[in-house]
């Protein structure tokens, strides 16, 4: 694993929570615009979760879809947001700050996701 790879997984699975809502933009700040679907606190969830966000053994260049994300998932330290990944095409594709990938298991992402009653 390289040291970003490694330095991200840390930094994903220290949050407290990860808030799936609709739409993008997470603002901590202003927790009551946001349309919550969904939170999860368990470190052992929220550890599958970021492995199954895991894009970097993607042998591809990121894409730039011009397309709004089905929903969007917020990791949160107290108020803090520590990162934020958008789903696209249902769980298809992961919009990461540096582009779009696609995911590696779009069907563990779905059925994560319809655990918690969100469907996609």
Do not use: K
């Not at 997984?9 to 809502?21: K, Q, S």
């Not at 679907?37 to 894009?55: G, K, M, Q, Y």
């Not at 696209?88 to 996701?113: F, V």
């Amino acid at each position: 694993m390289n040291t970003h790879r490694i330095r991200e997984r840390n930094r994903l699975l220290g949050v407290d929570e990860v808030v799936v809502f609709e739409g993008a933009g997470y603002d901590p700040q202003s927790r009551r615009s946001v349309d919550r679907l969904a939170t999860e606190r368990d470190p052992r969830e929220i550890s599958a979760l970021v492995d199954l966000l895991d894009v970097w053994d993607c042998i591809c260049e990121p894409m730039q879809w011009m397309e709004w994300p089905t929903c969007s998932l917020a990791f949160l330290t107290g108020r803090e947001l520590v990162a934020e990944f958008e789903l696209l095409s249902g769980a298809g594709w992961i919009r990461r700050p540096d582009g779009d990938y696609p995911a590696t298991d779009p069907d563990s992402l779905e059925r994560w996701l319809a655990a918690r009653s969100v469907t996609v």
